[in-house]
Nanobody, 129 residues
Framework: EVQLLESGGGLVQPGGSLRLSCLGS????????MNWVRQAPGKGLEWLAG????????MYADSVKGRFTISRDNAKNTLYLQLDALKTEDPAMYYC??????????????????????RGQGTRVTVSS
């Protein structure tokens, strides 16, 4: 059974930083392109970033480019998202996500496509002074 377990969320002030982690199990983590998506209250899913199986290719949504950094450690079956320069529009539930099939290309997902990804239970990020 595929399991994605996110952690690292919390309350941070505007301009602050957080590092999210996602532990994958039940599948060959190193064979899957991985993504981060988020859902703010009352809004749809927003794809944020994707990383290739080996980590050499990354892509970001314009809303987080230059502020968030995606990375992975295949030896630890773990995906990361470094969140820097957090803004008041960043609060959301953050999820790691992947497609059901291995070796997919890194791509930008629209809201509908993001909703079709497998994802974990999420970790909440709150930004407030």
């Amino acid at each position: 059974e595929v399991q994605l377990l996110e952690s690292g969320g919390g309350l941070v002030q505007p301009g602050g930083s957080l590092r999210l982690s996602c532990l994958g199990s039940g599948f060959t983590f190193s064979s899957y392109t991985m993504n981060w998506v988020r859902q703010a209250p009352g809004k749809g899913l927003e794809w944020l970033a994707g990383i290739s199986v080996g980590g050499s290719t990354v892509m970001y949504a314009d809303s987080v480019k230059g502020r968030f950094t995606i990375s992975r450690d295949n030896a630890k079956n773990t995906l990361y998202l470094q969140l820097d320069a957090l803004k008041t529009e960043d609060p959301a539930m953050y999820y790691c996500a992947n497609e059901a099939a291995a070796y997919q290309v890194v791509k930008i997902y629209n809201e509908y496509e993001a909703g079709r990804l497998q994802r974990g239970q999420g970790t909440r990020v709150t930004v407030s002074s």
